[in-house]
């Protein structure tokens, strides 16, 4: 018998426990990219969950407003498409002073482009306003409440670097905060400056840091704490009194985020009068002495503009004396009924006889002859005369020389605009708490808004108002689908056909193109007939000039594209009362004949703001405009 003692046992050699470590190494290594990639599907599909739950809910909320458009108002369309690199091309072209900015969408190629649409109109729903005044005994009255509101949907402009409102007297503090508007005061951008020195506050604002603060954005104080004397029957008022900062305090830097931060924006005014004093006047400011208010959602507002309106310091009148505080995002209310609003629009007419039947035309360029004796120029020879667009004059409208008013889309367009927006409120005064109102998308890179006629939009029967004569019936937009596209290549365009801010690619063109390229039928007889075998042609009534214009502006001083479609009041007058030719009496054409689009498309960027989706997410959706804002020409969705 042999015995073995313990030192005969052998260990692991150091190989064998290289190799074991390197083995499970591998194994940790391999581990730790199975839970990476598990991790990172996860977080991507998270992502993707949110943001559709976000885009979901913007749909929800479009839809909604969109169900309860009321024709009483107007409804305007504007595309913007901005270069991914158009800060860079100003940059450059400016001598390369100063820091060189970046693109706007930094994942997106230089030559990519930003869309920065804008849509507005006006709901028949009841709304109640979210703020309450400063200057006012909350709880003592009730809230501002309207049937109407005019909304607007679109990016909205951050100034996160502006200083918070504050209602505290620091003249007794050692040390007090610098850089603080007075008390009472709320620090906002001066758009009317801005506005003055030929700018626009827009998304992709970049200040350059590297130059004089004097080119960056100027600001203003407004007085928020304020109210109107209503007690002693004086119609003065220190509500949105102003100042200008000091020096120091002039100028913010107000570059924009990426655009991947940029916040989708739901502006929502109501439309709410306490009382029937003159547009003008100071009282027009707050609601049942509670809620701020605006005097007028138009920034140039003919109403208010006579003697006795609102005055400014130094004795003049003007179209409106009311800063932009609807723009400032801090008020939420304007004393404008939607009846009003028709009024306004429509005061672009004889003065003196504003019922007349032409008062629903706009004014376009060659038009100063008798208001009852309009002609437009057929400079075509297509026996289509042109509604040419007329050249906007600035100022008073009641003392210009020659044609002393401006047409109707020139308000329609006027009141389109960017508010303020912020993710996070300054500080808890409602004041400040009011800028994030409006937020109702946090991610937002790129917004559009295009629209259609549905099939025999424009078309329908016009009634002859003299006993005898026949009715005629107008043919309105008619679609064949093997028709093809403009680019030569004779691609079939199928389905659907789109109007906005050109894009061939995606089968989008303004309405003026089309009309130019598929010209209507210019045969009307008594009796319609099937156009199921006819070509594609736009409607015989619908005259382009009244609804849409292009603006290619790219390289220009303005390094982008811009689109306005504007549909005014008249939805169902096709044809202006007969007029004798000769021995005869004919029908025409009313000029400014503006159905409302069937439908409309929506298509988004929602970015994750965590940055787990590099690219973003595409969401698209097309809503249907309902028949009581629509009109009864504006056709059938396809």
Avoid at 45 to 59: L, R, S, Y
Avoid at 252 to 270: E, G, K, S, V, Y
Avoid at 345 to 359: G, I, L
Avoid at 460 to 469: F, I, L, N, R
């Amino acid at each position: 018998m042999r015995i073995h003692s313990t030192s005969d046992r052998r260990g692991f050699t150091l190989t064998e426990i290289l190799v074991a470590v390197g083995v499970l190494l591998a194994i940790v290594v391999i581990t730790g990219r199975i839970f990476k990639v598990a991790t990172d599907v996860t977080s991507t599909g998270q992502a993707t969950v949110d943001i559709m739950q976000e885009a979901a809910a913007i749909e929800a909320r479009i839809r909604e407003d969109i169900a309860n458009m009321t024709g009483d108002g107007f409804l305007v369309i504007r595309s913007v498409e901005v270069p991914n690199d158009v800060n860079v091309v100003q940059w450059d072209q400016g001598g390369r002073q100063g820091q060189e900015p970046g693109l706007l969408n930094p994942v997106l190629d230089d030559s990519a482009t930003i869309r920065c649409d804008q849509l507005c109109f006006f709901v028949d729903s009841p709304t109640s306003s979210q703020i309450i005044g400063e200057g006012t005994t909350v709880g003592s009255l009730p809230s501002a409440q309207s049937q109407t509101a005019f909304v607007t949907y679109g990016h909205g402009i951050q100034l996160p670097g502006m200083q918070p409102y504050h209602d505290i007297d620091y003249q007794l503090d050692p040390n007090p905060p610098a850089n603080l508007p007075p008390v009472g005061f709320a620090h906002d951008p001066d758009l009317d400056q801005l506005e003055a020195d030929g700018e626009e506050l827009v998304p992709w604002r970049y200040d350059n840091p590297g130059l004089d603060e004097t080119d960056w954005l100027p600001t203003i104080y407004t007085n928020y704490r304020g109210s109107i004397n209503y007690n002693s029957g004086s119609d003065l008022g220190v509500l949105y009194e102003q100042q200008i900062p000091g020096e120091d305090d002039r100028y913010i830097n107000a570059t924009q985020p990426d655009a991947r931060q940029w916040i989708l924006a739901r502006h929502t005014i109501l439309l709410a009068d306490d009382d029937e004093m003159f547009p003008g006047g100071y009282k027009k400011r707050q609601y049942l002495r509670n809620v701020p208010s605006a005097q007028t959602i138009f920034p140039n507002d003919a109403r208010p503009c006579f003697p006795g309106a609102a005055q400014l310091d130094d004795g003049s009148y003007t179209l409106n004396a009311d800063p932009p505080v609807l723009t400032y995002g801090r008020v939420d209310v304007a004393a404008i009924p939607i009846d009003e609003v028709r009024e306004m629009v429509q005061t672009s007419r004889a003065r003196t006889n504003p019922r007349e039947n032409f008062m629903r035309r706009c004014m376009h360029y060659g038009e100063d002859g008798a208001y009852d004796d309009l002609q437009d120029v057929d400079q075509d020879g297509d026996l289509l005369p042109e509604m040419q667009t007329r050249d906007v004059l600035e100022g008073n409208l009641f003392s210009l020389d020659g044609s002393p008013y401006l047409d109707q889309r020139f308000f329609m367009k006027d009141v389109v605009r960017r508010p303020r927006v912020e993710r996070t409120a300054p500080s808890m005064s409602s004041v400040d708490q009011a800028l994030t109102n409006h937020a109702l998308g946090t991610s937002c890179s790129s917004f559009s808004v295009e629209w259609t006629y549905g099939e025999g939009a424009g078309g329908g029967w016009v009634e002859s108002p003299v006993a005898g004569q026949d009715d005629q019936y107008w043919y309105g937009v008619n679609y064949s689908a093997d028709d093809s596209l403009l680019d030569g290549t004779g691609n079939p365009w199928l389905g659907q056909r789109w109007f906005g801010l050109r894009d061939i690619e995606r089968g989008v063109m303004p309405y003026a193109e089309f009309y130019a390229n598929y010209p209507p039928d210019l045969q009307n007889t008594p009796t319609p007939v099937s156009m199921s075998s006819q070509p594609t042609a736009a409607a015989y009534a619908v005259d382009p000039y009244a609804i849409d214009q292009e603006f290619p502006t790219f390289g220009g001083q303005s390094a982008y594209e811009e689109y306005w479609a504007t549909f005014g009041y008249n939805r169902d007058r096709p044809a202006l009362p007969l007029t004798e030719q000769g021995n005869e009496l004919v029908f025409e054409r009313d000029r400014s004949f503006t159905p409302w689009p069937s439908a409309l498309r929506i298509t988004m960027t929602i970015n994750d703001p965590q940055g787990r989706l590099e690219q973003g997410q595409v969401y698209q959706f097309v809503v249907e405009i309902p028949e009581q804002a629509r009109g009864g020409f504006a056709g059938g969705a396809r």
